[in-house]
């Protein structure tokens, strides 16, 4: 059985290779400079202990979820590919490594990159509308989507990628010094490092914080009810609706991804749902109408479906960004299913970036881009007929 640390170690051979064949840097394992620096904060404003690469030590923790196996092996229970991993190996994120017969994950406080972010870029649009979201990441990721648009933080490993030290209560200075109402974990996969999302959680609640996950979905039930209490929200990434897609596009598998659905659907934390449309790849009529039918019998159908334009970008590159029709025709069979709150993202200016009262059919929230410009809402109900709008407004 091929370890997981050799098939990270594959995915590096191949990016070396490219660039010695004469490949493009995508495809390289060279950084560019965006993943070795920090995005900027406001003027002022700086939460780094120094911007000296930290020693690897810092970051090392005991992880949850693992149970030890005989030979000092361990095996992984935070995500479905249960990784077995061997003494001094790594599992497929290469975030996590036994080190005899103990797991440990090396991305604990190990931000490489943050910045402050409107609420409305992750997407949430059914919460806190025209707030910033102090945003962070680790390297790492536990799924390889050929369209990643945060590659060069998601597919590389932490010590490939120079961070800052960013205890728990560093990030709620931050929050505060912001005036962020929200701290998300987001860009590259918070489930690889869910021990710092987890303690940073559970420290900004308290404080007056909401925390926010923004993830593939890509976790095990247990840890994901342990982690539901310390959120305020959580967005899911569903790449598609057939297996296929997500085995051969994302290396992943779209069963566990509806399971967390539908497991954060019986635990009442407030979600949303993306769906990043790539032409000939996952946007036929039937996929979607048979996605948009699952999403309303299984969640119902007041949850928010974001339909968002593709671009080319790290391993796809010979296809287009999908065109503005490809995505309205989505919006038109998610509403003919039944969904009350559909979206078109990436497409600025256009009207399904706002929402709509289902009864009246007038603007609550108006957007434009990332940006506000109407909010009619008045205690999470529509101004001029008073119909209930879900979400966390408050």
């Known amino acids: 059985m091929m370890s997981a640390k050799r098939v990270v170690e594959r995915r590096e051979f191949i990016r070396a290779a490219a660039m010695a064949a004469g490949g493009c840097a995508l495809c390289s394992g060279l950084l560019p400079p965006s993943a070795l620096a920090q995005d900027p904060l406001p003027k002022g404003i700086d939460l780094s202990v120094d911007r000296k690469p930290q020693e690897d030590s810092m970051f090392v923790q005991e992880a949850r979820h693992y149970k030890k196996l005989e030979a000092l092996r361990v095996e992984c229970e935070l995500c479905p590919r249960r990784c077995q991993v061997a003494d001094q190996e790594r599992g497929y994120c ?44 680790t390297a790492g990721c536990n799924m390889e989507c050929k369209f990643c648009q945060n590659w060069n933080i998601s597919q590389y490993r932490p010590e490939q990628i120079r961070s800052l030290y960013l205890p728990p209560e560093r990030l709620i200075e931050g929050c ?4 962020s109402k929200s701290l998300a974990f987001t860009y590259s996969e918070p489930v690889i490092f869910y021990e710092y999302m987890y303690d940073a959680a559970a420290a900004a609640k308290p404080a007056g914080i909401r925390p926010v996950m923004i993830s593939n979905g890509y976790i095990e039930p247990k840890p994901m009810e342990e982690l539901v209490p310390q959120l305020s929200g959580v967005k899911i990434d569903l790449k598609a609706f057939t297996e296929k897609f997500y085995r051969e596009t994302c290396s992943g598998e779209l069963k566990p991804v509806l ?124 101004k001029k007929c008073s119909h209930p709008i879900p979400g966390v407004w408050s």
């Open 176 to 179: 505060k010094q912001t005036n």
């Open 94 to 137: 290469g975030v996590r490594e036994d080190r005899e017969g103990t797991y440990y994950t090396l991305v604990h406080s190990r931000a490489c990159t943050y910045h402050v972010d409107p609420i409305e870029k992750k997407p949430l649009f059914h919460f806190l509308p025209g707030t910033n979201a102090f945003s962070i990441a």
């Open 259 to 382: 399971d967390t659905l539908e497991l954060l659907k019986r635990l009442g934390i407030w979600f949303e749902i993306v769906v990043l449309i790539v032409p000939t790849l996952n946007d036929s009529e039937e996929e979607i109408r048979q996605m948009c039918a699952w999403i309303v019998e299984k969640l119902g159908a007041h949850v928010p479906v974001h339909f968002s334009r593709y671009q080319p970008t790290y391993k796809i590159q010979n296809i287009p960004p999908t065109p503005t029709r490809t995505l309205e025709r989505a919006h038109r069979i998610a509403k003919e299913q039944g969904l009350e709150y559909v979206y078109l993202g990436n497409v600025p200016g256009h009207k399904a970036e706002s929402t709509y009262c289902p009864k009246c059919g007038e603007v609550v929230i108006g957007r434009y881009g990332y940006h506000i410009t109407a909010n009619n809402l008045k205690d999470g109900k529509c």
